[in-house]
């Protein structure tokens, strides 16, 4: 069964961190590129952070400098290091991988809430 698992969404207060992380199965091959997206309500999901398997990333402009994507290609997983969290940083943080072959894959989503 194909499947992504994400972890690590959670309430934090303004200005603090969270990690997220996100596990393709194995049978997910050929991945060249991991990211993460978000949505708040009434909003379009937006890219949050991608990266290559060459190590390229690419950032959403509100995020620069706070976030930080990174992978493990040998555990297929992805990281998010979240830091100095705002209050519109609030939303369903989605994992997105892309596999040459097989397409693209999303994870169910983690709710990530910044309120004090």
């Known amino acids: 069964q194909v499947q992504l698992v994400e972890s690590g969404g959670g309430l934090v207060q303004p200005g603090g961190s969270l990690r997220l992380s996100c596990t393709a199965s194995?049978?997910?091959?050929?991945?060249?590129?991991m990211g993460w997206y978000r949505q708040a309500p009434g909003k379009e999901r937006e890219l949050v952070a991608d990266?290559?398997?060459?190590?390229?990333?690419n950032y959403a402009d509100s995020v620069k400098g706070r976030f930080t994507i990174s992978r493990d290609s040998a555990q297929n997983t992805v990281y998010l290091q979240m830091n100095s969290l705002k209050p519109e940083d609030t939303a369903v943080y989605y994992c997105?991988?892309?596999?040459?072959?097989?397409?693209?894959?999303w994870g169910q989503g983690t709710q990530v809430t910044i309120s004090s």
């Open positions: 997105k991988v892309h596999s040459r072959v097989q397409g693209d894959w």
């Open positions: 194995r049978n997910i091959f050929s991945i060249n590129v």
């Open positions: 990266i290559t398997n060459g190590g390229s990333t």
